[in-house]
């Protein structure tokens, strides 16, 4: 793994982008990720100087970043709406050079992986209960509890297939992530899907989330990631998580770091601080401590 790009979110901060160009340049970082809506509709001619406003201050466009209705793309949803938007997401991107788009996916049907009952307890585990003789307890194995959610399974391959189609015609690499889903699923989901510009947006804060860990994660997905965000934070109850400052919470962002160089990443990180107050000195602060844990060169 060579030292990545290092971007920046733009949609922690309140600022004209070209102000935050340049504010992202003073801090040492060589690019942003920038929401779709951040892009005006511009000609061609506008759109290059549009582009000039990163190239006069030496940043990169890391990516664009969108996000599709909480219900995602259910049956549910208004699935023509939402490609409709992504589509047009992907060709904005094209317009402008851009290499990747990332989208939160929302909310996803469960995986096999997710509707795996847990282990049984041991006998000799559970205390003074009265139990009938270990011999006599008949092994009960375990299987998929019947959750999984064909009809939703079925719309959202069909609406991916599609974009797909369309970010190959475009040549545009998209990344997922779920705020609302677990890894398992976003695998089921490519893995059905099998389109091969489509990846994985990493988010730490959706490991802390999920009841797979960071190794099996990585065993399953770390080929398809495409992009990594740079975030910290805690898991309280009912999995809800705090997002703190890289360093203060339960990512151990050096193991990140190690398992993207198992599978030779290649892409952009970029330092997300969204919910944190002071995003300028939290971004500031995140980016000097990831520099601890990546290459020299």
């Known amino acids: 793994m060579t030292r990545p790009i290092v971007g920046m979110a733009a949609s922690a901060f309140d600022a004209v ?6 504010t992202s340049a003073s801090m040492g970082f060589q690019g942003l990720l920038v929401p779709t809506q951040q892009l005006p509709e511009l000609s061609q001619t506008g759109k290059r ?22 219900q995602g793309l259910s049956p549910r949803a208004d699935i ?18 851009c290499p990747l788009l990332c989208v939160d996916l ?14 049984p307890i041991p006998p000799e585990l559970l205390g003074g209960l009265i139990l009938p ?10 299987k998929p509890i019947d959750q999984r959610d064909s ?14 189609s369309h970010a190959d015609r475009a040549g545009c690499q998209v ?31 959706c490991l802390l989330s999920d009841d797979q860990d960071l190794d099996a994660i990585f065993s399953s997905l770390g080929k398809l990631v495409r992009h990594v965000r740079v975030k910290d934070g805690v898991r309280g109850l009912g ?42 000195i939290a971004a500031s602060l995140t980016l000097n401590r990831l520099n601890k844990f990546l290459p020299v060169t």
């Open 17 to 22: 982008l070209a102000q935050l160009a340049r």
């Open 49 to 70: 100087e549009w582009l000039r406003q990163f190239s006069n201050v030496n940043q990169l466009l890391v990516g664009f970043e969108t996000a599709v209705s909480n």
């Open 80 to 97: 023509q709406r939402e490609l409709d938007a992504l589509t047009e997401a992907i060709d904005n991107a094209v317009a402008v050079r």
């Open 106 to 119: 929302g909310q996803l049907p469960p995986s096999p992986i997710d509707t795996m009952p847990p282990p």
């Open 133 to 142: 003789p270990r011999k006599s307890v008949a092994p009960v194995p375990a």
């Open 151 to 164: 009809a939703f399974e079925s719309t959202l391959d069909d609406a991916l297939r599609a974009l797909g």
């Open 175 to 205: 990344a997922f992530r779920s705020t609302l889903g677990s890894h398992g699923a976003i695998l089921r989901t490519l893995q059905s899907v099998s389109c091969p510009w489509f990846g994985v947006d990493l988010d730490p804060i």
């Open 239 to 280: 999995s809800r998580v705090q997002t703190c400052l890289l360093g203060e919470g339960k990512i151990d962002f050096a193991h990140v770091v190690a398992n993207l160089i198992s599978v030779d990443y290649r892409g952009p990180l970029t330092v997300d601080v969204m919910g944190l107050p002071n995003p300028l």
